[in-house]
């Protein structure tokens, strides 16, 4: 298997907080380690670094504890970048953070008509886009991302509050296959699922409520939480090298690896 270099964005939790509750993940009153975030993000960075990633960086911005989770600034594909429209006031103020940054690195801007939260709920896998709804993106953000991308967009809807975002109940590994957790999903978006995705790997309800699928494909590396142990399993029989990261401190907000990290994908033959 052919592991592809990637650009990735991240931003360094220094702002990091369980300050408010959007997800069934988020407890205010629950200790966190901020001190402790801050490692685990590095570890995840160092990982992408040693992987020979490139990894850029946005500065964070005070009173946005959630800016860490970079995939929900935005979606980039062939060197375009559509902006974010958060589904929650708490974290509207990083939707234009993300834009300008989109925009002084030169990408070619489109503004969200709809609630729509980027790579955490839309996914391209291969030459679809697989675009998650029913808690956090709206259905009609769907057409818009189809006609800025040109990709076939495949609406994805989610059932299960903890899994709010298509990137916690699914993973692209590549650019055939998918892992994911069919419970995460309607039966019709299941059905589409095992048409599109025969060969899937089905990951146990185990592996997803330690946020395994929130996981990082090169195509041929996949990092996800250390915790995920059956899914890791899984996915080294159909011959991925799996690197697992403890993120354990973001956990508490929802969010893992994926959330980390959005894609830059930059000129057409970068998928
Ligand atoms: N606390 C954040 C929220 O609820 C977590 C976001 C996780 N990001 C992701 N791509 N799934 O919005």
Redesign the pocket.
């Known amino acids: 298997m052919d592991a592809t270099s990637q650009r990735l964005l991240m931003c360094r939790p220094t702002y990091f907080a369980v300050d408010y509750a959007?997800?069934p993940w988020?407890d205010p009153n629950a200790p966190v380690d901020a001190a402790l975030a801050v490692q685990q993000w590095e570890q995840l960075r160092q990982t992408y670094l040693d992987l020979g990633h490139t990894v850029e960086e946005i500065t964070p911005v005070p009173g946005l504890p959630?800016m860490v989770?970079a995939?929900?600034g935005g979606t980039v594909i062939d060197g375009k970048a559509m902006a974010v429209q958060f589904r929650?006031p708490q974290?509207a103020d990083e939707a234009p953070a993300f834009r300008a940054w989109f925009e002084a690195a030169g990408f070619e801007m489109y503004d969200p008509k709809h609630v729509n939260?980027g790579?955490?709920d839309v996914l391209l896998a291969g030459d679809h886009l697989l675009a998650g709804t029913g808690f956090r993106t709206a259905h009609a953000a769907h057409a818009q991302l189809q006609e800025v991308f040109g990709y076939p967009v495949i609406t994805m809807q989610l059932v299960d509050p903890r899994f709010?975002?298509l990137?916690?109940a699914l993973t692209v590994l590549d650019e055939r296959t998918v892992a994911y957790l069919p419970e995460a999903f309607s039966p019709g978006s299941q059905a589409v699922l095992r048409r599109l995705f025969p060969d899937a790997v089905h990951a146990t309800m185990a592996d997803a409520e330690v946020l395994g699928l929130?996981a990082v494909s090169d195509g041929r590396h996949v990092v996800l939480p250390a915790q995920a142990t059956d899914l890791a399993a899984k996915l080294r029989d159909r011959g991925y090298e799996t690197i697992g990261v403890d993120l354990s401190e973001l956990r508490k907000?929802?969010?893992g690896p994926?959330?980390c990290t959005l894609r830059l994908r930059q000129g057409k033959a970068s998928k």
């Open positions: 959007i997800n988020m959630d989770f995939a929900n929650d974290r939260e790579e955490g709010y975002h990137d916690t929130n907000a929802g969010g994926k959330c």
